[in-house]
C-alpha cells in the first residue's frame, strides 16, 4: 500500500514558523517520523509540498492513478480553495484532511474548511501526530476496518 502525504503553503517553514503554534519540528522531520510509521505499517508514503495551488491539484489528480490514499494539510486553501475541494471530490481515493494547529481555536477565518466536506475524515489540533493518526486512519479505511 502506498499513500501520499500533502502539505500546501507554508508548511515548508515549519520549525521557524510560529513555532508557539506550529512546533519547533521541521517539515524534514515530520517526513522522517512518517517514514518510521511507513515502515512499521508495511506501507509507503511519499511527501510533497507546494506553496501552489495548481501543483497540489495536479498531485491530487494523478494520486488515484498511484495511490490507495491521501493525507493532505492544505494549509490556508483549507478555508477558500474550491479548485482543491473539487480536486479531491473528483477522485475516488479516500483522503484524510490534517491541521496542526486547532484551527477552531483560531482566527474565526480560519474555523471554515472548505475541503473537509469532500474527505473521509479531519484531525485538528494534534500537532504533528494527526499526521500519524490520518495515517493509520487511512490504513485502517482502506483496508475495511
Do not use: W
Not at 43 to 49: A, E, G
Not at 96 to 124: C, D, L, W, Y
Request: glycine residues 8%; proline residues 3%; contains cysteine.
Amino acid at each position: 500500500m502506498r499513500l501520499l502525504v500533502l502539505n500546501g503553503p507554508n508548511l515548508n517553514r515549519l520549525g521557524l514558523r510560529e513555532p508557539a503554534i506550529y512546533g519547533k519540528d521541521t517539515l524534514k522531520d515530520l517526513e522522517k517520523q512518517l517514514e518510521t510509521l511507513a515502515a512499521e505499517l508495511g506501507i509507503s508514503i511519499d511527501c510533497y509540498q507546494s506553496n501552489h495551488e495548481g501543483n497540489l491539484i495536479d498531485k491530487l489528480h494523478a494520486a488515484e492513478d498511484v495511490f490507495a490514499g491521501v493525507v493532505i494539510n492544505p494549509g490556508a486553501f483549507t478555508h477558500y480553495s474550491y479548485a482543491i475541494r473539487d480536486a479531491i471530490a473528483s477522485i475516488s481515493i479516500p483522503v484524510m484532511e490534517v491541521h496542526i494547529s486547532n484551527i477552531h481555536k483560531r482566527e474565526e477565518f480560519r474555523h471554515t474548511s472548505v475541503t473537509a466536506p469532500v474527505t473521509h475524515g479531519q484531525i485538528i489540533g494534534l500537532g504533528l501526530y494527526g499526521y500519524h493518526l490520518a495515517v493509520q486512519g487511512l490504513v485502517r479505511i482502506i483496508k475495511g476496518e
